[in-house]
């Protein structure tokens, strides 16, 4: 088959039918019109080839996720994710690999009622880059910095999962082949949790998507919040696989998954005590297993008690992109 001009390629597997923008793809620019008394959430993340995933993922996985770490951060907002853009470098247009790419995209997409309405397309080492909008009513969006001192902490689900199948990968941690397959589909398929974020506005003082583990992304909400945190491992959801490792000779590799694995993409949230029955009503009516972690305390450190009560020595840092 002739290979694809990036204009057909444009054509045959980014653009659709405009629905809700006012001007979609095709054009120079398109065309948004925000609904009356909302502001305009954005943000933009990208995904790099053997850094944010491996080469050889599977391209409907990869679809999916591209468009779920950025409906994460409008989560993470309380926003309503409307629109997206992508931008892409590819090293080849294959037609099969692309098509699959945009099936699990716009799987996604569709379920959350988002239009892709541009993008860029050029050859080059594969990377994607999205930038998602979204809408959230004036003076309601969930910011980092709103948490207090006796604040319940919760997190939205269970953590270090995704960090584990890397793990496995990387010859740290041996999975059986049924918790791989698990631990893999929540590294490739994860659940941006935009509902609870919506539900959150009226709920949460502060907010975060879990994306580079718990101790970095709770770290940046104490530090924007000028608080510290205390938080029970023992509360922490977990699978069980997970379970099984911190319980057995990898448990400290097993610890570093949960409290610092990248990639969960659960919400981390604060609230006032005198709101956790209302949280726990929320988690039901969601069918989400949201649990309290912790209480947010005055001052600025980070402190976690294991099992038996005591204080953990070492906290495992965060994930740094950066890193060498
Ligand atoms: P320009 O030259 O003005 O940057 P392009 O030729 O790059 O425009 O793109 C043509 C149209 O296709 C634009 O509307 C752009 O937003 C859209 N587009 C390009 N790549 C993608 C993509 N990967 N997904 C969705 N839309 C895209
Ligand atoms: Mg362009």
Redo the contacts with the bound molecule.
């Keep these: 088959m002739a290979a694809l001009t990036?204009?057909e390629l444009?054509d045959r597997f980014?653009?659709r039918p405009c629905r809700s923008a006012v001007l979609g793809?095709?054009?120079?620019a398109?065309l948004l019109r925000p609904s009356l008394g909302c502001e305009i959430a954005v943000s933009v993340d990208m995904l790099v080839a053997g850094r944010h995933f491996f080469e050889d993922v599977d391209p409907e996985s990869l679809g999916h996720k591209t468009l779920a770490v950025n409906l994460s951060d409008m989560a993470a907002m309380g926003a309503t994710p409307r629109w997206a853009?992508?931008?892409?470098a590819l090293p080849q247009a294959r037609s099969e690999w692309l098509a699959a790419f945009a099936r699990g995209f716009f799987a996604l997409a569709d379920a959350h009622g988002v239009e892709?309405v541009?993008?860029?397309?050029t050859r080059g080492p594969l990377t994607l880059c999205v930038t998602i909008i979204g809408e959230v009513p004036q003076g309601q969006a969930l910011r980092r910095s709103g948490a207090k001192p006796g604040d319940a902490i919760w997190v939205s689900g269970p953590l270090g999962d995704a960090a584990l199948a890397v793990a496995h990968r990387s010859r740290d941690i041996e999975l059986t082949s049924a918790e791989l397959a698990s631990c893999e589909r929540a590294l490739q398929r994860p659940n941006a949790r935009v509902a609870l974020g919506e539900r959150l506005r009226a709920v949460a003082t502060a907010a975060i998507d879990l994306s580079d583990g718990l101790t970095g992304d709770l770290g940046h909400v104490m530090e924007e919040s000028h608080v510290g945190a205390r938080v029970r491992l023992a509360a922490i959801p977990r699978s069980a696989a997970m379970e099984t490792r911190l319980r057995g000779p990898h448990r400290e590799a097993a610890l570093r998954c949960l409290l610092a694995g990248g990639d969960d993409y659960e919400l981390c949230f604060t609230a006032p005590t005198k709101r956790s029955a209302q949280v726990e009503a929320l988690g039901r009516e969601l069918g989400l297993g949201l649990a309290c972690i912790g209480t947010v305390t005055e001052g600025s450190t980070l402190l976690i008690d294991d099992e038996t009560g005591h204080r953990l020595a070492r906290v495992p840092r965060a994930f740094d992109h950066f890193a060498q």
Excluded: N, S
């Design positions: 990036e204009f444009i980014f653009r793809v095709g054009d120079d398109a853009l992508l931008a892409g892709l541009g993008g860029d397309t």
